[in-house]
């Protein structure tokens, strides 16, 4: 048995980050699905691992790490396997600076109009007494308000519109990065790949007027190269519900 | 090529960066820019998308290569890296995984708070006092819509009350996780003098004027600002200061994260 243990959610997004690292790195690890939409990431055996009550964490032996870029960071760094960084300090303040531009800037953005279209009306039909205890449960008060947000369809008209033309301009500029080199932020697929894959694959799917084959043939080039790896066909294989298997999409005919 | 360095007065990520470069020992050409005057946005300095959608905000730029680079912490990464000894941050994987983590929180949460309650105490007047024209103008070259937007909610004394409550909190908590962190005698916060550092000293140093409660009973805090002051590369980045308080010059930063 591995001494690597990671508590996750569907390949996607932040659970994605660490799942697809690990696959190429070769890394065995124990997986630990945690239900997003069961609210698990905010039970107490789950918060004994990360208080923070936000997925992914991993332990590697008496080690708990959470924030899933810093934690790809550990995974490429402390494994032996293809490296996921390239040697050049300038590839890898770029890679940085990319990855935090993706988590701080696109996938919050993204990812408010997925909860509002996609977790929000997956968990809406449970019962109203069980999710206002799931909501009073989250530690984080700025979760507390997006959770009540997504579960009773009140994202506002405006923040929504502000996320939608973010999505837009995200979409431009990933299109020209990846039309001036072959992976994003250097000339070698890194972790920056694997960050920029988990939450680009899901643009023309969610946006296909503004990512498509047409408008953004690089990002699609580069999403079909990375979904033809044998480590994101087994990272996406792990996923349970409709939203990992949506990425069927990327097979080439 | 000796590099360059265009960076503001000695406060938030200019002095993350400018302290890092003495740190490293590497050469470099200073040239100190306004950034409370959107002067990063002029001819004068080489932007590429990087620089121009930095989600730091008004940070320091350096070229080194002929590439202009943004974001402190990564800049830091950078010098440090590409040093011989390593000498500001660990190699070891897990100390380096608990110095990125320990930075991306004062990234994400402690450096909006602080950008925001020091802009209102001390860049909004200035910024209100301008002629429309030349505000207009200083902000025409910003290619960020949400930097933008933050430089105009500036001016017009925009200010959420929720929000201020919130970055008041966000300066209290993290100056309460400091002097925890300190708790068992440590000289830095993790251990070895590190950019994690640097960096919770850079949004730090200049809110104990403006939050000064969030400071009063955290001694440790207090004596840790002490030793970082003490530090020859934090003294000399100091001593760049073209205003005798540099620890009150704020320029617009990164906008107040709305996940936590
Ligand atoms: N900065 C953290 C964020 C983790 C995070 O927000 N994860 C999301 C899933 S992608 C989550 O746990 N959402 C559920 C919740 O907030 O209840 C990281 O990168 O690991």
Redo the contacts with the bound molecule.
């Keep these: 048995m591995s001494d690597v243990t990671l508590y996750h959610?569907e390949p996607?997004?932040?659970?994605g980050k660490p799942m697809l690292a690990l696959m190429e790195k070769g890394v065995e690890f124990n997986s630990h699905y945690v239900d997003?939409l069961d609210?698990d990431?905010?039970k107490p055996e789950y918060l004994a691992i990360n208080p923070e009550?936000?997925?992914?964490a991993m332990t590697h032996g008496d080690r708990v790490l959470?924030?899933?870029?810093a934690?790809m960071e550990y995974v490429d760094a402390a494994f032996a396997g293809p490296k996921l960084m390239p040697d050049d300090p300038k590839d890898q303040w770029r890679i940085r600076w990319w990855m935090k531009f993706m988590?701080q800037w696109l996938a919050p953005s993204f990812?408010m109009i997925g909860w509002s279209v996609f977790i929000g009306p997956m968990v809406r039909g449970k019962d109203p007494d069980m999710l206002k205890a799931a909501i009073d449960r989250?530690p984080?008060p700025e979760?507390r308000v997006?959770?009540r947000k997504a579960i009773y369809g009140t994202f506002g008209e405006e923040e929504m519109k502000e996320s939608q033309s973010r999505v837009a301009l995200g979409i431009r500029m990933l299109e020209e990065e990846l039309s001036k080199r072959e992976w994003l932020a250097s000339d070698h697929y890194s972790l920056a790949d694997v960050n920029g894959f988990n939450i680009a694959y899901a643009l023309p799917l969610s946006q296909p007027d503004l990512s498509n084959d047409e408008k953004t043939p690089h990002i699609l080039e580069w999403l079909r190269k990375i979904y033809e790896r044998p480590a994101a066909k087994k990272t996406w294989a792990m996923g349970k519900t409709d939203l990992a298997a949506r990425i069927k999409f990327l097979e080439r005919s | 090529m000796t590099m360059v360095l265009y960076h503001g007065d000695p406060n938030g990520p200019s002095l993350t960066v400018l302290a890092a470069l003495f740190e490293t020992g590497h050469d470099a050409e200073l040239r100190p820019i306004d950034l409370t005057m959107g002067e990063r946005h002029s001819d004068t300095v080489p932007r590429n998308v990087e620089v121009e959608m930095s989600i730091e905000g008004e940070g320091p730029v350096l070229v080194a290569d002929g590439e202009p680079m943004a974001d402190s912490v990564f800049i830091a990464c950078y010098l440090n890296d590409s040093a011989t000894m390593s000498p500001i941050a660990p190699q070891d994987p897990f100390a380096r995984w608990q110095m990125m983590t320990w930075c991306r929180q004062i990234i994400e949460r402690v450096a909006p708070a602080a950008a925001y309650l020091g802009v209102k105490a001390r860049l909004a007047d200035k910024l209100s006092a301008l002629d429309d024209a030349v505000f207009e103008k200083l902000i025409a070259p910003i290619k960020s819509g949400d930097l933008k937007a933050r430089w105009a909610d500036i001016r017009a004394g925009a200010f959420d009350e929720a929000k201020i409550d919130d970055s008041k909190a966000k300066i209290k908590a993290a100056v309460e996780k400091v002097d925890t962190q300190l708790s068992d005698g440590r000289d830095w916060l993790l251990g070895d003098f590190s950019i994690a550092d640097l960096e919770t000293y850079a949004w730090l140093s200049g809110m104990r004027d403006i939050e000064p409660a969030a400071f009063e009973s955290a001694t440790r805090t207090g004596a840790w600002i002490g030793r970082m002051q003490a530090r020859p590369s934090v003294a000399r980045t100091l001593s760049l200061a073209k205003t005798t308080a540099p620890h009150q010059t704020w320029a617009p930063g990164p906008e107040i994260n709305r996940?936590g």
């Design positions: 959610w996607n997004a932040n659970s997003l609210f990431q905010h009550g936000t997925i992914p959470t924030e899933s870029t934690m988590d990812s989250i984080m979760r997006a959770w | 996940w």
